[in-house]
């Protein structure tokens, strides 16, 4: 079955650092998104990517995160310069466009990227 | 108000037992509703979806829309301990090339033996 990859599975770096995780979503889809869960929290949308560029984005998503589609593969997160309240998990997911009954807006998760901000 | 409510729990049920998962959605334009299970530390696993009004059945599992109530479950039949986890509910909405899935802070299920 078809997975999104995305590395690496965790990473430590020192606030003020910057970090890019990346994503290799399923090759039909067009549709792209990064999600965040602190601990102990829900899973929150951060944006969505189509057509090499953003859709939508949240109130969290502010000039300090970035993303990127360098190639035609994988799907970047940068964030410029990390906070410690950015220690999180990371999910990137894709999903096709269509009809729901062809199992279009049904988002496919990564297994995830730790972040942990010193 | 928040945009997809569900109760935190802990649910807990026998093992066997039927387990009710409830969730209620803001945006009367959602247009495809999902049940997501989350073990700790693990991504959300896709359990069913459903976009039409009515029950929608996959094995032990029975998701059940309202849209006039705003109204998703989800029901467990013959819960077993390893449906034990967080279940999240999830409503989709799109417009033009914009769209989000929204989560709910989800119902943590504990199945007793």
């Known amino acids: 079955e078809p997975e999104v990859t995305q590395t690496p599975s965790h990473q430590v770096t020192q606030m003020g650092q910057e970090v890019i995780l990346r994503c290799v979503p399923i090759s039909n889809h067009l549709y792209f998104y990064w999600y965040r869960q602190i601990l102990g929290q829900k899973v929150e949308f951060l944006v969505s990517f189509y057509n090499n560029e953003i859709s939508e984005k949240s109130e969290i998503f502010d000039d300090q995160f970035s993303v990127e589609r360098p190639d035609g593969s994988n799907f970047t997160l940068k964030i410029r310069s990390t906070k410690l309240e950015d220690s999180a998990m990371y999910f990137c997911a894709s999903t096709q466009p269509g009809h729901p009954s062809s199992g279009a807006n049904v988002l496919t998760f990564g297994a995830g990227s730790r972040l942990t901000v010193l | ?113």
């Open chain 2, 1 to 113: 108000q928040k945009e997809v409510e569900q109760n935190s729990g802990p649910l807990s049920v026998p093992e066997g037992a039927i387990a009710s998962l409830n969730c209620t959605y803001s945006d009367r334009g959602s247009q495809s509703f999902f049940w997501y299970r989350q073990y700790s530390g693990k991504s959300p696993e896709l359990i069913m979806f459903i976009y039409s009004n009515g029950d929608k059945e996959d094995g032990r599992f029975t998701a059940q829309l309202n849209k006039a109530s705003q109204y998703v479950s989800l029901l467990i039949r013959d819960s077993q301990p390893s449906d034990s986890a967080t279940y999240l509910c999830a409503v989709f909405i799109s417009a033009g090339t914009a769209s989000k899935l929204t989560f709910g802070t989800g119902t943590r299920l504990q199945v007793t033996l």
